[in-house]
């Protein structure tokens, strides 16, 4: 039960994050981008060089290729699926295994 609630922390933790680096990233980089004129205000967590990381594109982005990315993934599989599995068997051959098997015995 303890490892449950380890992981249930975690997760939570982690959602947190997510909620507060997105909020950075999308809507507060928006605002000083747009009606702050400021678009240099997350100068101060400098994570990668040469990269704003905090812009609020990326965020828009970033979502929308992981989203095309989940269903192109998930047609792939499906398309593979029906490709590996094989036919099924007729109704009309099934029926007339049963009514061979009613008879034998």
Do not use: H, Q
Not at 34 to 55: A, H, K
Not at 62 to 78: F, K, N, T
């Amino acid at each position: 039960m303890a490892k449950d609630k380890v992981i249930g922390a975690i997760v939570m933790i982690v959602g947190i994050l997510i909620a507060i680096i997105y909020t950075l990233g999308s809507i507060v980089d928006l605002l000083f981008d747009t009606i702050w004129n400021n678009p240099n205000w997350d100068n101060w967590v400098p994570l990668v060089p040469l990269i704003d990381w905090l812009d609020w594109r990326l965020f828009v982005v970033a979502p929308m290729w992981l989203l095309v990315l989940l269903i192109s993934i998930i047609a792939i599989w499906i398309g593979y699926s029906m490709l590996t599995t094989p036919a099924p068997v007729p109704l009309e051959e099934l029926e007339e295994e049963l009514a061979a098997e009613e008879e034998s015995e």
